[in-house]
Nanobody, 125 residues
């Protein structure tokens, strides 16, 4: 059974950094696309970052200069390094994995087959 478990969410101040983790079991990141999405209170799900099977990455415009996604294929764990956090980054962050033949990063939520429960990130001003 495939499971994704996020960790690392916290209450931080504006300008701080945080690293989220996504530990996978029953699904192997080396053969799946991986992504991070977020959902703020009262908002819809929003794409944040994606890592394709070829290792290429894609980011939303809002985070491109501040966030970095990576995968440790030995640990089968994904990471989202978030720097210079802003109050508007406050959201539940969720990781996802997709069975796909595509090697490119995938930014659409509908393409993803497995989802974690999410971890809360709150940024105070």
């Amino acid at each position: 059974q495939a499971q994704l478990e996020e960790s690392g969410g916290a209450l931080v101040q504006s300008g701080d950094s945080l690293r989220l983790s996504c530990a996978a079991s029953g699904v192997t990141f080396s053969t799946h696309a991986m992504a991070w999405f977020r959902q703020g209170q009262g908002k819809g799900r929003e794409f944040v970052a994606a890592v394709g099977r070829n290792g290429h990455k894609d980011y939303s415009d809002d985070v491109e200069d501040r966030f970095a996604a990576s995968i440790d294929y030995v640990k089968n764990t994904g990471y989202l390094q978030m720097n210079n956090l802003k109050p508007e980054d406050t959201a539940v962050y969720t990781c996802a994995a997709a069975r796909t033949l595509s090697v490119l990063p995938i930014t659409t939520a509908d393409a993803y087959d497995y989802w974690g429960q999410g971890t809360q990130v709150t940024v105070s001003s």
